[in-house]
């Protein structure tokens, strides 16, 4: 899902775009560790589902206690959520993670079925934290609050 969201107010001043996940998800934050590893250039910025930089981001009902089962790309002006957060996020990190993107071939159903599936399961699976962790010294610019 993609729908365009215009509240540059909000929007961290680097431009870079933002990935919001569920900041007590184990597989969520091994996601964003994945991510950070990947990540060269340094393009995106971080933050939980939970943090006022969420609330104050993203358009209401996306943010908060209540969280959704996804994660968000706030990208420019456009609000991904799902697969299609996945098939940008490896667009934009370039060769051979980029090379993943042929994925978006399926149907966005199947994918977000598919992601739908593995979200349902996530805590079961992958365990759930009591609160978000702090991320490493060395990477705190790159993560909003």
């Known amino acids: 899902m993609s729908a365009p969201f215009n509240d540059p107010k ?3 001043s680097s431009g870079s ?3 919001f996940y569920d900041g007590v998800c184990n597989l969520c934050n091994r996601s964003v560790r994945w991510v950070i590893r990947r990540d060269r250039l340094k393009v995106f910025r971080f933050a939980s589902l939970q943090s006022s930089s969420a609330a104050r981001m993203l358009p209401p009902g996306l943010a908060g206690s209540g969280v959704p089962a996804t994660v968000i790309l706030l ?3 456009e609000v991904l959520t799902k697969s299609d957060v996945w098939l940008r996020t ?3 990190l370039g060769a051979p993670w980029s090379w993943l993107a042929v994925l978006g071939v399926f149907p966005r159903a199947l994918r977000n079925g598919v992601y739908d599936f593995i979200a349902a399961r996530r805590y079961r699976w992958f365990g759930k934290l009591d609160q978000c962790p702090l991320p490493d010294p060395k990477l705190r610019d790159r993560f909003l609050d």
Do not use: A, E, K
């Open 90 to 92: 490896v667009r934009r």
């Open 17 to 19: 775009p933002v990935l």
């Open 10 to 12: 909000s929007f961290p």
């Open 75 to 77: 990208d420019g002006t």
